[in-house]
């Protein structure tokens, strides 16, 4: 049994390691976090259609570079506010911050990089469109032991 559990956690180091073949200060991709006050039921409901309208626009092939993680009623993590993730490899950052900009309506957007420096990338890296928000830094971890890769989720994302 003993030896067995050594197995498991010298194979699940190994994995771990292994998977690291990248650069961890290089930008792999871009979070966009749609912000919304989760107590107004019109900020919700465009926040709900425009979530719904990305998925569209994934699915076309538009945003194909890009997916989308669950919608948040209550803030979490760093975010002040109702928010939703969305997030695409940096070789779509020119077409998906174009469509940010021409389609996010009332809603704040949040933009990060992605790379291991978490609070660098949510703080001096980071930029909003629309009117912008004050976030909880302290949530947050100044090194990460992984990038987001935009990689598909195993949890459901579903609204
Ligand atoms: C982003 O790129 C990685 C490879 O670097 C790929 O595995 C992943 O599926 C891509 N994500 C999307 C949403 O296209
Ligand atoms: C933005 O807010 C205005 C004023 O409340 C509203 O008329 C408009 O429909 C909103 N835009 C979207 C895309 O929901």
Redesign the pocket.
């Known amino acids: 049994m003993y030896k067995l559990v050594c197995l498991a956690i010298l194979t699940t180091a190994f994995v771990v390691v292994a998977a690291v073949n990248y650069d961890r200060t290089e930008i792999h991709?871009y979070h966009f976090h749609t912000y919304f006050f989760q107590k107004d039921d019109d900020s919700t409901q465009e926040a709900r259609e425009f979530r719904q309208e990305i998925q569209r626009q994934i699915e076309d092939g538009l945003l194909?570079?890009?997916?989308l993680n669950r919608f948040n009623m209550d803030p979490v993590g760093p975010h002040p506010v109702g928010s939703f993730e969305t997030?695409c490899?940096k070789t779509s950052l020119s077409q998906s911050l174009s469509w940010f900009m021409q389609n996010r309506g009332n809603l704040t957007i949040f933009l990060h990089p992605l790379t291991t420096e978490e609070i660098l990338d949510h703080t001096v890296r980071s930029s909003f469109l629309g009117s912008p928000f004050k976030l909880k830094i302290s949530a947050l971890e100044t090194t990460l032991a992984a990038v987001d890769?935009?990689?598909?989720l195993t949890t459901s994302n579903d609204v």
């Open positions: 991709g194909a570079n890009c997916r997030c490899n890769l935009c990689l598909p």
